[in-house]
């Protein structure tokens, strides 16, 4: 059984960083891609950023291009998403999600196998 576990998630003022953690568990799970999601009240999901994980190549949604970064850490099967510059508009319950296969684009909620519960950030003005 694979399980995503996210963290790092809380309430922060606009202007202030977060930093959010997915840990990677179950069997020899090993991730070739992991992205991050979010959803805010009464929208859909939407794509926030990727990375390939072997190559360490990354995508992002425009919206936080510049302010977002993912990384990985290959020894501990962690992603991390580092979010600056936090706008109230960043305010949403962020996922991860991962997939041992090989995807076309990062940035499809179809291209990923397994998904993390969520963990809410909130952005006040």
């Known amino acids: 059984q694979v399980q995503l576990v996210e963290s790092g998630g809380g309430v922060v003022q606009a202007g202030d960083s977060l930093r959010l953690s997915c840990a990677a568990s179950?069997?020899?799970?090993?991730?070739?891609?992991m992205g991050w999601f979010r959803q805010a009240s009464g929208k859909e999901r939407e794509f926030v950023a990727g990375?390939?994980?072997?190559?360490?190549?990354?995508t992002y949604a425009d919206s936080v291009k510049g302010r977002f970064t993912i990384s990985r850490d290959n020894a501990k099967n962690t992603g991390y998403l580092q979010m600056n510059s936090l706008k109230p508009e960043d305010t949403a319950v962020y996922y991860c999600?991962?997939?041992?296969?090989?995807?076309?684009?990062?940035?499809?909620?179809?291209?990923?196998?397994?998904w993390g519960q969520g963990t809410q950030v909130t952005v006040s003005s």
């Open positions: 999600a991962a997939s041992s296969r090989t995807v076309f684009s990062l940035s499809f909620t179809r291209e990923y196998d397994f």
């Open positions: 990375i390939r994980w072997s190559a360490g190549t990354t």
């Open positions: 179950g069997r020899t799970f090993s991730p070739n891609v």
